[in-house]
Protein backbone atom coordinates (compact mmCIF):
# COMPACT_ATOMS: atom_id res chain seq x y z
CA UNK A 1 0.00 0.00 0.00
CA UNK A 2 1.02 3.81 -1.13
CA UNK A 3 1.39 5.57 2.11
CA UNK A 4 0.14 9.29 2.46
CA UNK A 5 1.32 11.94 4.37
CA UNK A 6 -0.72 15.37 4.97
CA UNK A 7 -0.26 18.50 6.64
CA UNK A 8 -3.57 20.35 7.95
CA UNK A 9 -3.48 23.86 7.86
CA UNK A 10 -6.21 26.71 8.54
CA UNK A 11 -9.75 26.34 9.78
CA UNK A 12 -11.42 23.42 11.42
CA UNK A 13 -13.09 22.97 8.44
CA UNK A 14 -9.80 22.02 6.62
CA UNK A 15 -8.98 19.40 9.29
CA UNK A 16 -12.56 17.36 9.06
CA UNK A 17 -11.89 17.52 4.98
CA UNK A 18 -8.47 16.25 5.64
CA UNK A 19 -10.88 13.23 7.34
CA UNK A 20 -12.41 12.61 4.59
CA UNK A 21 -9.70 12.48 1.96
CA UNK A 22 -8.10 10.00 4.10
CA UNK A 23 -11.70 8.19 3.84
CA UNK A 24 -10.88 8.55 0.68
CA UNK A 25 -7.95 7.49 -0.46
CA UNK A 26 -7.89 4.58 2.60
CA UNK A 27 -10.92 2.71 0.30
CA UNK A 28 -8.52 2.84 -2.73
CA UNK A 29 -5.56 1.25 -1.26
CA UNK A 30 -3.84 4.42 0.46
CA UNK A 31 -1.90 3.85 4.20
CA UNK A 32 -2.07 6.86 5.95
CA UNK A 33 1.45 7.67 7.77
CA UNK A 34 2.73 10.34 10.21
CA UNK A 35 6.13 10.30 9.38
CA UNK A 36 7.08 12.15 5.91
CA UNK A 37 10.08 10.22 5.24
CA UNK A 38 8.08 7.16 4.60
CA UNK A 39 5.51 8.81 2.76
CA UNK A 40 4.99 8.31 -1.48
CA UNK A 41 2.22 11.00 -1.40
CA UNK A 42 3.33 14.18 0.47
CA UNK A 43 -0.07 16.64 0.64
CA UNK A 44 -0.54 19.65 1.96
CA UNK A 45 -4.49 20.86 2.50
CA UNK A 46 -4.27 24.71 2.48
CA UNK A 47 -5.89 28.13 3.48
CA UNK A 48 -6.08 31.45 1.49
CA UNK A 49 -7.70 33.53 4.01
CA UNK A 50 -3.96 35.58 4.57
CA UNK A 51 -1.02 35.76 2.38
CA UNK A 52 0.84 34.35 5.16
CA UNK A 53 -0.62 31.26 5.33
CA UNK A 54 0.00 30.98 1.23
CA UNK A 55 3.90 31.92 1.84
CA UNK A 56 3.91 29.32 4.36
CA UNK A 57 2.40 26.50 2.35
CA UNK A 58 5.21 27.68 -0.71
CA UNK A 59 8.14 27.35 1.65
CA UNK A 60 6.41 23.86 2.86
CA UNK A 61 6.19 23.10 -0.81
CA UNK A 62 10.23 23.53 -1.02
CA UNK A 63 11.11 21.20 2.18
CA UNK A 64 8.71 18.60 0.87
CA UNK A 65 10.67 18.71 -2.58
CA UNK A 66 13.94 17.13 -0.28
CA UNK A 67 12.04 14.12 0.02
CA UNK A 68 12.39 13.02 -3.75
CA UNK A 69 16.14 13.02 -3.29
CA UNK A 70 16.20 8.89 -2.81
CA UNK A 71 12.43 8.45 -3.82
CA UNK A 72 9.39 8.73 -6.24
CA UNK A 73 7.08 10.90 -4.28
CA UNK A 74 4.06 12.50 -5.57
CA UNK A 75 3.03 16.22 -4.17
CA UNK A 76 -0.08 17.57 -4.01
CA UNK A 77 -1.86 20.62 -2.83
CA UNK A 78 -5.56 20.70 -1.65
CA UNK A 79 -7.86 23.24 -0.20
CA UNK A 80 -8.62 26.94 -0.87
CA UNK A 81 -5.04 28.00 -2.39
CA UNK A 82 -4.90 24.92 -5.00
CA UNK A 83 -8.40 26.78 -5.66
CA UNK A 84 -7.21 29.75 -5.49
CA UNK A 85 -3.25 29.25 -7.52
CA UNK A 86 -4.35 26.78 -9.77
CA UNK A 87 -2.06 26.65 -12.61
CA UNK A 88 0.96 28.69 -10.51
CA UNK A 89 0.98 25.29 -8.59
CA UNK A 90 1.47 23.45 -11.06
CA UNK A 91 3.52 25.72 -13.44
CA UNK A 92 5.89 25.66 -10.53
CA UNK A 93 7.55 22.33 -11.54
CA UNK A 94 6.89 21.25 -7.86
CA UNK A 95 3.33 20.28 -7.60
CA UNK A 96 1.93 17.18 -9.35
CA UNK A 97 -1.32 17.29 -8.06
CA UNK A 98 -3.86 20.31 -7.37
CA UNK A 99 -6.92 19.14 -6.06
CA UNK A 100 -9.60 22.02 -4.90
CA UNK A 101 -12.25 21.58 -2.09
CA UNK A 102 -14.70 19.90 -4.07
CA UNK A 103 -12.68 17.64 -5.92
CA UNK A 104 -11.32 15.52 -3.32
CA UNK A 105 -13.35 12.14 -4.94
CA UNK A 106 -11.26 12.36 -7.98
CA UNK A 107 -8.02 12.03 -5.71
CA UNK A 108 -7.34 8.43 -6.26
CA UNK A 109 -7.30 9.30 -10.03
CA UNK A 110 -5.37 12.06 -9.95
CA UNK A 111 -2.61 10.81 -7.34
CA UNK A 112 -2.58 7.19 -10.19
CA UNK A 113 -1.97 9.65 -13.05
CA UNK A 114 1.24 11.57 -11.27
CA UNK A 115 2.81 8.64 -10.24
CA UNK A 116 2.86 7.95 -14.33
CA UNK A 117 4.06 11.10 -14.45
CA UNK A 118 0.96 13.38 -15.30
CA UNK A 119 0.56 16.27 -13.24
CA UNK A 120 -3.01 16.43 -12.97
CA UNK A 121 -5.77 19.51 -11.25
CA UNK A 122 -9.07 19.44 -10.63
CA UNK A 123 -10.12 22.50 -9.17
CA UNK A 124 -14.29 22.54 -10.62
CA UNK A 125 -16.67 23.70 -7.80
CA UNK A 126 -19.99 22.12 -7.08
CA UNK A 127 -23.17 23.06 -6.06
CA UNK A 128 -23.96 19.59 -4.25
CA UNK A 129 -21.06 18.40 -3.18
CA UNK A 130 -21.31 17.85 0.72
CA UNK A 131 -19.28 14.48 1.27
CA UNK A 132 -22.77 13.23 2.83
CA UNK A 133 -21.99 9.70 2.33
CA UNK A 134 -18.38 9.30 3.65
CA UNK A 135 -16.74 8.23 6.95
CA UNK A 136 -14.02 10.49 8.04
CA UNK A 137 -11.29 8.62 9.59
CA UNK A 138 -10.99 10.61 12.66
CA UNK A 139 -7.28 12.31 13.04
CA UNK A 140 -7.72 13.55 17.07
CA UNK A 141 -5.32 11.41 18.67
CA UNK A 142 -7.21 11.07 21.95
CA UNK A 143 -10.47 10.11 20.11
CA UNK A 144 -12.06 12.81 22.27
CA UNK A 145 -13.34 15.78 19.72
CA UNK A 146 -14.78 14.81 16.15
CA UNK A 147 -15.61 17.68 13.67
CA UNK A 148 -18.92 17.62 11.64
CA UNK A 149 -19.36 19.46 8.66
CA UNK A 150 -23.40 20.62 8.52
CA UNK A 151 -22.60 22.83 5.16
CA UNK A 152 -20.40 23.71 2.67
CA UNK A 153 -19.30 26.97 0.68
CA UNK A 154 -20.60 30.68 1.52
CA UNK A 155 -22.92 33.43 0.12
CA UNK A 156 -22.37 36.37 1.94
CA UNK A 157 -19.59 37.51 0.05
CA UNK A 158 -17.87 39.93 2.34
CA UNK A 159 -15.64 42.45 -0.21
CA UNK A 160 -12.64 41.06 1.89
CA UNK A 161 -12.78 37.17 1.88
CA UNK A 162 -11.74 34.97 -0.72
CA UNK A 163 -13.42 32.02 0.67
CA UNK A 164 -16.91 32.18 -1.27
CA UNK A 165 -14.30 31.91 -4.68
CA UNK A 166 -12.54 28.73 -2.91
CA UNK A 167 -15.02 26.69 -1.16
CA UNK A 168 -18.16 27.98 -4.16
CA UNK A 169 -21.78 28.61 -2.89
CA UNK A 170 -23.53 27.37 0.14
CA UNK A 171 -25.05 24.29 0.36
CA UNK A 172 -26.41 22.45 3.44
CA UNK A 173 -26.35 18.44 3.79
CA UNK A 174 -28.91 16.32 4.57
CA UNK A 175 -29.98 16.36 8.55
CA UNK A 176 -30.40 12.67 8.59
CA UNK A 177 -26.80 11.76 7.53
CA UNK A 178 -25.23 14.51 10.24
CA UNK A 179 -27.18 12.72 13.13
CA UNK A 180 -26.41 9.45 11.62
CA UNK A 181 -22.58 11.07 12.16
CA UNK A 182 -23.48 12.27 15.44
CA UNK A 183 -24.52 8.25 16.81
CA UNK A 184 -21.21 6.83 15.04
CA UNK A 185 -19.23 9.18 16.94
CA UNK A 186 -20.56 8.70 20.35
CA UNK A 187 -20.69 5.09 19.35
CA UNK A 188 -17.10 5.40 19.03
CA UNK A 189 -16.46 6.72 22.20
CA UNK A 190 -16.43 10.56 20.98
CA UNK A 191 -17.01 13.00 24.24
CA UNK A 192 -18.08 16.01 21.82
CA UNK A 193 -18.87 16.69 18.17
CA UNK A 194 -18.21 20.43 16.60
CA UNK A 195 -20.85 20.96 13.78
CA UNK A 196 -19.11 23.31 11.53
CA UNK A 197 -20.00 25.28 8.44
CA UNK A 198 -18.86 29.09 7.10
CA UNK A 199 -22.15 30.78 8.52
CA UNK A 200 -24.04 27.46 10.56
CA UNK A 201 -26.81 30.01 11.34
CA UNK A 202 -27.92 29.85 7.48
CA UNK A 203 -28.33 25.75 7.57
CA UNK A 204 -31.35 25.05 5.60
CA UNK A 205 -31.64 21.95 4.47
CA UNK A 206 -35.64 20.17 3.43
CA UNK A 207 -36.92 22.97 5.56
CA UNK A 208 -34.89 21.87 8.54
CA UNK A 209 -33.07 24.88 10.10
CA UNK A 210 -30.09 25.38 12.61
CA UNK A 211 -32.03 25.13 15.66
CA UNK A 212 -33.78 22.25 15.13
CA UNK A 213 -30.63 20.88 13.78
CA UNK A 214 -28.44 21.61 16.74
CA UNK A 215 -31.74 19.98 19.37
CA UNK A 216 -31.36 16.67 16.95
CA UNK A 217 -28.15 16.33 17.52
CA UNK A 218 -27.74 17.46 21.33
CA UNK A 219 -30.64 14.86 22.11
CA UNK A 220 -27.98 11.35 20.44
CA UNK A 221 -26.38 11.77 23.50
CA UNK A 222 -26.95 13.77 26.44
CA UNK A 223 -23.43 13.05 27.65
CA UNK A 224 -21.92 14.00 24.06
CA UNK A 225 -20.89 17.82 24.19
CA UNK A 226 -22.02 20.04 21.15
CA UNK A 227 -20.38 22.90 19.74
CA UNK A 228 -20.69 24.82 16.87
CA UNK A 229 -18.76 27.30 14.63
CA UNK A 230 -18.90 29.85 12.80
CA UNK A 231 -22.46 31.76 13.96
CA UNK A 232 -22.99 35.28 11.82
CA UNK A 233 -24.30 38.52 13.86
CA UNK A 234 -26.67 38.82 10.86
CA UNK A 235 -28.10 35.18 11.04
CA UNK A 236 -27.31 34.10 14.23
CA UNK A 237 -31.31 33.47 15.52
CA UNK A 238 -33.14 33.80 19.04
CA UNK A 239 -34.43 29.83 18.61
CA UNK A 240 -30.75 28.89 18.27
CA UNK A 241 -29.85 30.74 21.77
CA UNK A 242 -33.30 28.96 23.60
CA UNK A 243 -32.53 25.52 22.10
CA UNK A 244 -28.90 26.11 23.46
CA UNK A 245 -30.05 27.18 26.86
CA UNK A 246 -32.56 23.77 26.83
CA UNK A 247 -29.65 21.36 26.62
CA UNK A 248 -27.12 21.24 29.19
CA UNK A 249 -24.64 19.26 26.86
CA UNK A 250 -24.87 22.18 24.21
CA UNK A 251 -21.97 24.20 25.46
CA UNK A 252 -22.16 28.21 26.30
CA UNK A 253 -19.87 29.26 23.82
CA UNK A 254 -20.40 31.24 20.68
CA UNK A 255 -17.61 32.66 18.34
CA UNK A 256 -19.64 36.00 16.96
CA UNK A 257 -17.29 38.01 14.41
CA UNK A 258 -17.55 40.96 14.55
CA UNK A 259 -14.53 42.44 12.15
CA UNK A 260 -15.00 46.33 12.97
CA UNK A 261 -16.99 48.16 15.89
CA UNK A 262 -17.35 51.11 13.16
CA UNK A 263 -20.41 51.28 11.15
CA UNK A 264 -18.43 52.53 8.44
CA UNK A 265 -16.21 49.62 8.00
CA UNK A 266 -19.14 47.31 8.04
CA UNK A 267 -20.75 48.69 4.95
CA UNK A 268 -17.78 48.63 2.84
CA UNK A 269 -16.80 45.15 4.07
CA UNK A 270 -20.29 44.07 3.45
CA UNK A 271 -20.71 42.35 6.50
CA UNK A 272 -25.22 43.60 6.46
CA UNK A 273 -25.08 44.37 9.97
CA UNK A 274 -24.45 47.64 12.20
CA UNK A 275 -22.59 48.11 15.51
CA UNK A 276 -26.35 48.85 17.01
CA UNK A 277 -27.75 45.20 15.60
CA UNK A 278 -24.26 43.21 16.69
CA UNK A 279 -24.55 44.93 20.74
CA UNK A 280 -28.46 43.90 19.79
CA UNK A 281 -27.46 40.08 19.75
CA UNK A 282 -24.71 40.38 22.40
CA UNK A 283 -27.18 41.75 24.81
CA UNK A 284 -29.54 39.08 23.59
CA UNK A 285 -26.78 36.17 23.98
CA UNK A 286 -25.94 37.45 28.18
CA UNK A 287 -29.92 37.55 28.69
CA UNK A 288 -30.76 33.84 27.33
CA UNK A 289 -27.54 32.40 28.37
CA UNK A 290 -25.80 34.13 31.66
CA UNK A 291 -22.06 33.20 31.74
CA UNK A 292 -21.87 32.11 28.18
CA UNK A 293 -18.43 32.14 26.34
CA UNK A 294 -17.94 35.14 23.73
CA UNK A 295 -15.16 35.07 21.55
CA UNK A 296 -14.74 37.02 17.96
CA UNK A 297 -13.00 37.91 14.86
CA UNK A 298 -11.70 41.44 14.18
CA UNK A 299 -9.21 43.09 11.22
CA UNK A 300 -7.54 45.92 11.42
CA UNK A 301 -6.55 48.63 9.03
CA UNK A 302 -9.03 48.14 6.50
CA UNK A 303 -9.08 49.85 3.28
CA UNK A 304 -9.72 53.77 4.37
CA UNK A 305 -9.87 52.97 7.99
CA UNK A 306 -9.50 56.11 10.02
CA UNK A 307 -8.16 56.86 13.40
CA UNK A 308 -11.97 57.53 14.26
CA UNK A 309 -13.06 54.17 12.55
CA UNK A 310 -10.57 52.54 14.76
CA UNK A 311 -11.51 54.17 17.35
CA UNK A 312 -15.04 52.70 17.44
CA UNK A 313 -13.32 49.02 16.98
CA UNK A 314 -11.41 49.76 20.56
CA UNK A 315 -14.61 51.07 22.16
CA UNK A 316 -16.94 48.03 21.38
CA UNK A 317 -14.16 45.56 22.49
CA UNK A 318 -14.40 47.68 25.48
CA UNK A 319 -18.00 47.82 25.53
CA UNK A 320 -18.35 43.66 24.82
CA UNK A 321 -15.85 42.37 26.85
CA UNK A 322 -14.65 39.35 24.79
CA UNK A 323 -12.96 36.55 26.67
CA UNK A 324 -10.59 36.20 23.72
CA UNK A 325 -10.31 37.23 20.27
CA UNK A 326 -8.78 36.31 16.52
CA UNK A 327 -6.78 40.10 15.54
CA UNK A 328 -5.05 40.55 12.31
CA UNK A 329 -4.48 42.86 10.23
CA UNK A 330 -6.06 43.76 6.50
CA UNK A 331 -4.47 41.24 3.67
CA UNK A 332 -5.76 42.30 0.29
CA UNK A 333 -6.66 39.05 -1.45
CA UNK A 334 -6.66 38.77 -5.02
CA UNK A 335 -10.12 38.69 -7.20
CA UNK A 336 -12.19 40.20 -4.09
CA UNK A 337 -14.44 42.69 -4.15
CA UNK A 338 -12.13 44.96 -1.98
CA UNK A 339 -8.83 43.96 -4.23
CA UNK A 340 -10.93 45.12 -7.21
CA UNK A 341 -12.43 48.25 -5.40
CA UNK A 342 -10.88 49.78 -2.98
CA UNK A 343 -7.29 50.99 -2.71
CA UNK A 344 -5.11 49.12 0.09
CA UNK A 345 -4.11 52.71 1.67
CA UNK A 346 -3.63 52.03 5.21
CA UNK A 347 0.41 51.54 5.44
CA UNK A 348 1.65 48.50 7.35
CA UNK A 349 2.89 50.79 9.97
CA UNK A 350 -0.61 52.07 11.01
CA UNK A 351 -2.02 48.31 10.60
CA UNK A 352 0.21 47.31 12.49
CA UNK A 353 -0.12 49.71 15.49
CA UNK A 354 -3.71 49.45 15.32
CA UNK A 355 -3.52 45.71 15.66
CA UNK A 356 -1.29 46.05 18.47
CA UNK A 357 -3.86 48.50 20.19
CA UNK A 358 -6.26 46.11 19.78
CA UNK A 359 -4.38 42.75 21.67
CA UNK A 360 -3.20 45.22 24.54
CA UNK A 361 -7.30 46.17 24.66
CA UNK A 362 -8.47 42.42 24.52
CA UNK A 363 -5.32 41.17 26.72
CA UNK A 364 -6.80 42.90 29.47
CA UNK A 365 -10.33 41.94 28.94
CA UNK A 366 -9.48 38.83 28.85
CA UNK A 367 -7.72 38.37 32.00
CA UNK A 368 -11.00 40.21 33.53
CA UNK A 369 -12.97 37.84 31.98
CA UNK A 370 -10.85 34.65 33.55
CA UNK A 371 -10.74 36.70 36.61
CA UNK A 372 -14.50 36.66 36.97
CA UNK A 373 -14.66 33.11 37.24
CA UNK A 374 -12.06 32.34 40.24
CA UNK A 375 -14.39 30.73 42.78
CA UNK A 376 -16.80 29.49 40.23
CA UNK A 377 -17.09 25.76 39.78
CA UNK A 378 -17.29 24.13 36.25
CA UNK A 379 -17.46 20.41 34.51
CA UNK A 380 -14.56 20.02 32.25
CA UNK A 381 -13.58 17.73 29.49
CA UNK A 382 -10.49 16.35 30.08
CA UNK A 383 -8.23 16.92 26.74
CA UNK A 384 -4.93 15.18 28.05
CA UNK A 385 -1.69 16.42 29.71
CA UNK A 386 -1.36 20.09 30.32
CA UNK A 387 1.55 21.62 28.14
CA UNK A 388 3.70 21.98 30.87
CA UNK A 389 3.16 18.92 32.28
CA UNK A 390 3.85 18.24 36.15
CA UNK A 391 1.08 16.11 36.64
CA UNK A 392 -1.07 18.39 35.18
CA UNK A 393 -4.45 17.97 33.03
CA UNK A 394 -6.16 20.62 30.91
CA UNK A 395 -9.19 20.59 29.09
CA UNK A 396 -12.20 22.70 28.33
CA UNK A 397 -15.34 24.18 30.14
CA UNK A 398 -18.76 24.39 28.19
CA UNK A 399 -17.61 28.47 27.81
CA UNK A 400 -15.15 27.02 26.28
CA UNK A 401 -12.17 28.41 28.67
CA UNK A 402 -9.19 26.31 28.88
CA UNK A 403 -8.78 25.12 32.49
CA UNK A 404 -5.89 23.21 34.23
CA UNK A 405 -5.33 21.24 37.55
CA UNK A 406 -3.46 18.57 38.84
CA UNK A 407 -4.62 15.57 38.69
CA UNK A 408 -3.15 11.79 37.90
CA UNK A 409 -5.95 9.54 38.40
CA UNK A 410 -8.10 10.66 35.22
CA UNK A 411 -7.26 10.71 31.33
CA UNK A 412 -8.48 12.08 28.29
CA UNK A 413 -12.40 12.01 27.66
CA UNK A 414 -13.43 11.93 31.64
CA UNK A 415 -15.30 14.18 33.39
CA UNK A 416 -13.86 16.39 35.62
CA UNK A 417 -15.44 18.85 38.37
CA UNK A 418 -13.15 21.89 39.15
CA UNK A 419 -12.99 24.99 41.10
CA UNK A 420 -11.24 27.88 40.03
CA UNK A 421 -8.41 29.13 41.99
CA UNK A 422 -6.31 31.31 39.55
CA UNK A 423 -5.86 32.19 36.28
CA UNK A 424 -3.91 34.67 33.60
CA UNK A 425 -5.56 36.14 30.21
CA UNK A 426 -5.72 32.92 28.54
CA UNK A 427 -6.11 30.15 31.01
CA UNK A 428 -8.05 29.04 34.16
CA UNK A 429 -5.95 27.48 37.38
CA UNK A 430 -8.21 24.81 38.84
CA UNK A 431 -8.36 23.15 41.56
CA UNK A 432 -9.93 19.23 41.15
CA UNK A 433 -13.18 18.72 43.39
CA UNK A 434 -14.93 15.42 41.97
Not at 138 to 145: Q, Y
Not at 183 to 198: H, N, P, R
Not at 321 to 328: K, N, S, V
Request: proline residues 3%; contains cysteine.
Amino acid sequence: MKKVYIETYGCQMNVNDTEVVFSILGANGYERTEDISLADVIMANTCSVRDNAEQRIWGRVEQFCLQRRNRKVVIGIMGCMAERLKDALLDSGKVDVVAGPDSYRSLPSLLEAAFDGHPQINVELSREETYADISPVRIDKNGVSAFISIMRGCNNVCSYCVVPFTRGAERSRDASTIVREACDCSQKGYKEVTLLGQNVDSYNCNGVTFAQLLEMVARVDPRMRVRFSTSNPQDISDEVLYTMAKYPNICKHIHLPVQSGSDRMLEKMRRRYTREWYLQRVAKIREVLPGCGLTTDVIAGFCSETEEDHRDTLSLFEQVGFDTAFMFYYSERPGTLAARKYPDDVDIETKTRRLNEIIELQCRKSLESYRADIGKEFEVLVEGPSKKGDGQLCGRASNNKMCVWADNTHKAGDYVTVKVTDCTSATLICEEIR
